[in-house]
């Protein structure tokens, strides 16, 4: 088995928060910098800048697990990729129906701009992407499973948009690969504090929304190579594949 050093929750300067300095081609510099050999791009309900992210990294070895965090109805932040285009077109279709629409013509919360390689605007979505959407976090888990995809719920601790933060217990009847916690927490404290089983897998990772955040915090893949069926596997438990926290 091999470890790999993964940080699955950054954004890209398409989220409306982020620095207009996380451009796909600075977001690939700086994870090679900081030696990490997985990464997930996760802007607001829009995967529209994860794609190019992905094909920049091949170039230098880095893995790129495409997706985005959804705003649930219930303002719940979920994680969700996809391992092919097609699948998520397909979601990102889903997002585009669903999503509560709050205009932001003029950046009020902040531009949201899709660029390209020389990092040159192609785009400028005209809408608040951080905005929930119509759908419950149960029906959107059923969406990324239609897809094959993998499903975490962010930063689950966190006061605001975090499951438990919004709705105070985990739905019994949700099915998730695994479960992520805020990069400030301790796997410890978040089992004990919220009586989370064992048997559910956290990870931790940066929510990089500034360039020096990406790998600060970062979770160890034991597997035994790099592809998504293994990550899905390693959140999974199966086959002896497995991930670790650095505390
Ligand atoms: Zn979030
Ligand atoms: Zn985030």
New binding site residues.
């Given amino acids: 088995m091999n470890q790999y050093r993964a940080d699955l929750?950054i954004?890209t300067v398409l989220s409306p928060c982020a620095d207009l300095e996380m451009t796909p081609v600075n977001i690939v510099n700086r994870a090679k910098e900081k030696g990490l050999q997985i990464i997930g791009i996760?802007d607001h309900n829009s995967t529209k800048n994860s794609l190019l992210v992905r094909r920049l990294a091949q170039k230098v070895g880095i893995f790129v697990l495409t997706g985005a965090?959804i705003t649930t109805k219930e303002e719940v932040?979920c994680l969700a990729f996809f391992e092919f285009e097609d699948q998520l077109k397909r979601f990102q279709q889903f997002l585009g129906d669903k999503i509560i629409f709050i205009p932001n013509p003029d950046g009020h919360f902040g531009y949201q701009p899709v660029v390209d390689d020389n990092d040159n605007i192609v785009d400028l979505i005209l809408n608040y992407l951080p905005a929930a959407l119509k759908s419950s976090i149960n029906e959107i888990q059923q969406e990324v499973e239609k897809l094959n995809g993998i499903f975490i719920p962010?930063h689950i601790d966190r006061p605001s948009s975090g499951l438990f933060g919004q709705l105070g217990f985990i739905p019994p009847d949700l099915k998730f690969d695994a479960m992520g916690i805020s990069s400030y927490s301790s796997e410890k404290h978040v089992q004990k504090h919220y009586f989370i089983p064992k048997e559910i897998t956290l990870i931790r990772n940066s929510?990089a929304h500034y360039l020096n955040q990406i790998g600060e915090i970062y979770t160890v893949f034991n597997i035994e190579e790099i592809t998504f069926q293994e990550i899905k596997m390693a959140l999974n438990r199966m086959d002896d594949r497995f991930v670790q926290l650095v505390e």
């Fill in positions: 929750h954004h996760t965090e932040h962010a929510d």
